[in-house]
């Protein structure tokens, strides 16, 4: 599976919206998107996957650039309870899929 | 989404015991399962991928016979810590994935977190 390159950290203020990019400049065709969260002491929680299109969902929009090599999670109105570590994961589509998480991005949503 | 559970969520032992942890798709029947290990600030690493009937597939270095994984039943896996040390001590979180409407998705249990004095 294509690797992903994220930033480290990002800071957002409460009620702006957040927006987590991610390299995979690597992807193949039959690669997907995925995006996960995980907080605090917390098993990883899905957020939202996509192919080429952009995706939305009630916690979040995935925007995928033409060349899919970078992709950019948004959320719209973030709160105090986005605060997580967000991993961005390039995986082959089908069942039993392995996911390989990288360092993800330190999102820190403040007052 | 699917719910995942597992069981304990917390533990403490004694170096040298062993430790078992469960693992269960609670809405969906699950052929296969993932275990993961975070230590801590760092991020998750699959050790081994079970599946229902058949061994495991351990990931490179990895030791089967200390960390036994039985997936006997369509929703059920377990992760046995066998002789645990203190560098056994993390947290671990099982997964297993579905297909749906959106296409395929993963689903994480809550992970236990493993101390061994």
């Known amino acids: 599976d294509a690797k992903t390159t994220q930033p480290t950290s990002m800071d957002c203020a409460e009620g702006r919206a957040a927006n987590l990019p991610c390299n995979h400049s690597?992807?193949?065709?039959?690669?997907?998107v995925y995006w996960y969260r995980q907080i605090h002491s917390q098993g990883p929680q899905y957020i939202i996957h996509g192919l080429k299109n952009n995706e939305t969902n009630e916690m979040a929009s995935l925007i995928i650039t033409e060349d899919r090599k970078s992709s950019t999670l948004i959320l719209p109105h973030a709160t105090l309870r986005d605060t997580a570590v967000y991993y961005c994961?390039?995986?082959?589509?089908?069942?039993?899929?392995?996911?390989?998480f990288g360092t993800g991005t330190r999102l820190q949503v403040t007052l | 989404g699917a719910v995942v559970s597992q069981h304990p969520s917390w533990v403490i032992c004694k170096s040298g015991t062993s430790v078992k942890i469960e693992c269960r798709s609670l809405?969906?029947?699950?052929?296969?399962m993932f275990w993961y290990r975070q230590f801590p600030k760092q991020s998750l690493m699959l050790m081994a991928t079970s599946n229902e009937g058949s061994k495991a597939t351990y990931e490179q270095g990895v030791e089967k016979d200390k960390f036994l994984i039985n997936h006997a039943s369509l929703t059920l896996s377990t992760l046995t810590v066998t002789s645990a040390h203190p560098e056994d001590s993390s947290f671990y979180i099982c997964?297993?994935?579905?297909?749906?409407?959106?296409?395929?998705?993963?689903?994480f249990g809550p992970g236990t977190r493993l101390t061994v004095t």
């Open positions: 690597t992807i193949s065709g039959n690669e997907y």
């Open positions: 809405d969906f029947q699950a052929t296969t």
């Open positions: 994961i390039v995986l082959r589509y089908g069942t039993a899929s392995k996911l390989t």
């Open positions: 997964s297993t994935g579905t297909s749906g409407r959106s296409g395929y998705e993963q689903y």
